[in-house]
């Protein structure tokens, strides 16, 4: 089986910082692309920022400049670094990943439970 748990998460005032990391493990054969992605309450889940194992980066156009995502392969760990927070990233936010288990050749898709993230005004 493959888990990703997201830890970093928490209560923090408008224009402070946090770090999510979000490690993948279980019988990992290897990992395509990591992400992050939020839902706040009443809207649906959308994209943060995704990762590719080579370190190419994609993020959703409004959070350019304030969201950094990284990866350490060797750790199998997908990062999001927070920057200058609005109470409007309130959310929780879930780890995603494309991970190919030892021994099979297609990768599937997994989620982490989520990490509360809630910035106060």
């Known amino acids: 089986q493959v888990q990703l748990v997201e830890s970093g998460g928490g209560l923090v005032q408008a224009g402070g910082s946090l770090r999510l990391s979000c490690a993948a493990s279980?019988?990992?054969?290897?990992?395509?692309?990591m992400g992050w992605y939020r839902q706040a309450p009443g809207k649906q889940r959308e994209l943060v920022a995704t990762?590719?194992?080579?370190?190419?980066?994609n993020y959703v156009d409004s959070l350019k400049g304030r969201f950094t995502v990284s990866r350490d392969n060797a750790k199998n760990t997908v990062y999001l670094q927070m920057n200058s927070l609005r109470p409007e990233d309130t959310a929780v936010y879930y780890c995603?990943?494309?991970?190919?288990?030892?021994?099979?050749?297609?990768?599937?898709?997994?989620w982490g439970q989520g990490t509360q993230v809630t910035v106060s005004s």
């Open positions: 990762i590719t194992s080579g370190g190419s980066t």
């Open positions: 279980g019988s990992i054969g290897s990992i395509k692309a």
């Open positions: 995603n990943a494309d991970i190919r288990r030892i021994g099979e050749v297609v990768s599937y898709n997994y």
